[in-house]
């Protein structure tokens, strides 16, 4: 290449790297498709990170072997497909979260906002929805447990929960961020953005875009700080998203927002380092939802008149998706781990998908009838702002006085029907098990050793004479454990439980049994350790 030719492409290069890429301005319709391809995200991340190869995903904590084994599959092709949504299917959050802040912006901008008027009309749009899905939900435990009378127990020994997810502060509540339906953690941290949005709005109206920067650093420099100190992710919580919500503001408030190529391509390789280092993983969220804006953008604009009307389609449908695809999932992802093939995998994650698209429409349409034929409109909201009422009122049994510490601290259970029969096919190993000032901390990996998978429900076990006091345990990727036994589906393997309050257990000497369910029984496994409180 000659001198010349050299330069050409540096001029070259350098116009590209200089050119603008405009936010265009979202109406209705094209926020709608951009619900459609993020709900497409969650549902497929859903499916397929539970699914071997299990890659994991950096969403409520980090680890840089996530990535690693992302990158790996690159070597697979047939892998690829079902490992980007498993990894970065999640994502599709951020979208979600943007839209929110964008809509409420173009709505709210030019008028002000009557308080109680605006948190009762988020309340009465959200709760319907959601306490149909609880209702599904009920249906499918009576199908999953044998009966009605099984699944009555089981929901019961749930009421915890679910008052929890109703009053939205599961996400702030060690060990309830993903009880009863994993993707319904998203629910609480988006009414906390309601909750605080006026004051967002306002303050930016006053104060302009430095506020939204100073809010943005604030809420992540606090996640990092506040993260060792307290048992819940903070990643679940609005501290750490506010700034994507920033974002959706400001882009609302802005209209065409211009960034050059060569931002884009510095946002890229930001989003690649902050899986790769902690210290840049809480800015990961947002780089990652400028570069999404921007595929959304191109596959928007390019999108043939069919697929953006079934886009259209399922966008308008997104909010009943995501509230039942959860618990939607376990029979079909269970039938794609038996056979174990990636395009058996894909064909039952498409039949999967269909099913949920199905059921959410009729659920629409449902709610829809109960809104407009039975009730009417302004009863209907009556009702529904009744229901919210009684549901507060109800739980406020659970807010009992808690210290500080209490509040964030995960505390053992009474387990009243233990299990009779112990489980000796178990591979198993403690990395780490010790208590400091009574505060519990423990890591390992178990797996079925006979049939060569992991269990499907995990509890640690205290027992002390007749009583066992249970402790649940967080899933973790375990690729070392998959690597020394050649085996892809132990990749879920790992378990850990951190800052577990054992200060309302009497001193003595407890057994430590892991609580798994085997054949839909109960069973022990004997971890041969014992514990002095």
């Known amino acids: 290449m000659t001198s010349r030719q050299s330069k050409q492409v540096v001029a070259t290069v350098r116009k590209w790297f200089n050119r603008q890429f405009t936010f265009i301005n979202l109406t209705l319709e094209d926020t709608t498709f951009y619900k459609g391809l993020a709900i497409l995200m969650i549902v497929l991340h859903n499916f397929f990170h539970w699914v071997p190869p299990l890659i994991g995903e950096n969403e409520q904590n980090f680890d840089s072997k996530r990535f690693e084994n992302y990158v790996h599959l690159f070597l697979q092709p047939e892998y690829l497909f079902q490992a980007t949504f498993s990894f970065l299917g999640h994502y599709g959050v951020q979208i979600f979260l943007f839209l ?8 709210y901008f030019s ?14 749009k ?18 999953i447990y044998g009966g009605i009378p099984n699944a009555v127990k089981v929901i019961i020994s749930y009421m915890d929960s679910l008052l929890y997810k109703l009053t939205f502060i599961s996400n702030f509540i060690p060990g309830e961020l993903y009880t009863i339906n994993g993707p319904w953690w998203f629910v609480s941290l988006i009414v906390q953005f309601y909750i605080i949005f006026p004051y967002m709005l306002k303050t930016y109206k006053k104060f302009g875009e430095i506020v939204l920067l100073l809010l943005s650093v604030a809420g992540l420099f606090l996640s990092a700080y506040l993260q060792t100190y307290v048992n819940i992710p903070l990643s679940g919580t609005i501290l750490m998203h506010l700034p994507e919500l920033s974002i959706g503001l400001l882009f609302a408030a802005k209209g065409n927002v211009t960034i050059r190529y060569w931002s884009i391509v510095v946002i890229t390789i930001i989003f690649v380092l902050s899986n790769l280092y902690q210290i840049l993983w809480y800015v990961s969220f947002s780089s990652v939802l400028i570069l999404l804006l921007v595929l959304f953008q191109i596959t928007l604009l390019k999108s043939n008149r069919a697929i953006r009307k079934v886009i259209l389609f399922i966008g308008a449908i997104s909010m009943y998706i995501f509230y039942i695809n959860g618990f939607m999932r376990q029979p079909w992802v269970n039938s794609a781990i038996v056979y174990d093939q990636w395009y058996t995998t894909i064909l039952i994650c498409c039949l999967f998908v269909l099913i949920v698209i199905s059921v959410a429409y ?3 349409q449902v709610i829809n009838k109960l809104e407009y034929d039975l009730f009417g409109k302004t009863n209907y909201e009556k009702v529904v702002s009744i229901f919210i009422l009684l549901i507060f009122l109800s739980s406020i049994y659970l807010l009992k006085p808690l210290s500080y510490v209490e509040m964030f601290m995960e505390k053992p259970t009474l387990q009243k029907n233990v299990a009779e029969q112990y489980y000796t096919n178990a591979l198993f190993h403690l990395d ?9 901390f423990v890591k390992g990996w178990v797996f079925d050793g006979k049939q060569g998978r992991v269990f499907k429900k995990i509890a640690l076990i205290l027992n002390n004479k007749q009583k066992f006091y249970r402790i649940e345990l967080d899933r973790e990727i375990r690729p070392d454990v998959s690597s020394v036994f050649k085996n892809n589906r132990l990749e879920a393997s790992g378990f850990y439980a ?19 369910d085997e054949d839909d029984k109960s069973m022990f496994i004997d971890l041969n350790r014992n514990l002095k409180l």
């Open 126 to 143: 959200i709760y319907p929805p959601f306490i149909f899905s609880i209702l599904i939900w009920m249906i499918y435990m009576s199908i």
């Open 111 to 124: 008028s002000n906002i009557n308080y109680y008027q605006y948190i009762k009309h988020r309340l009465i």
């Open 100 to 107: 929110s802040a964008y809509g409420l912006t173009k709505k």
């Open 362 to 364: 009729q659920m629409m």
């Open 498 to 516: 951190e800052r577990i309050n054992l200060k309302s257990l009497k001193e003595g000497t407890y057994k430590i049994l892991l609580l798994i």
């Open 432 to 440: 780490k098990l010790y208590v400091k000032k009574k505060i519990l």
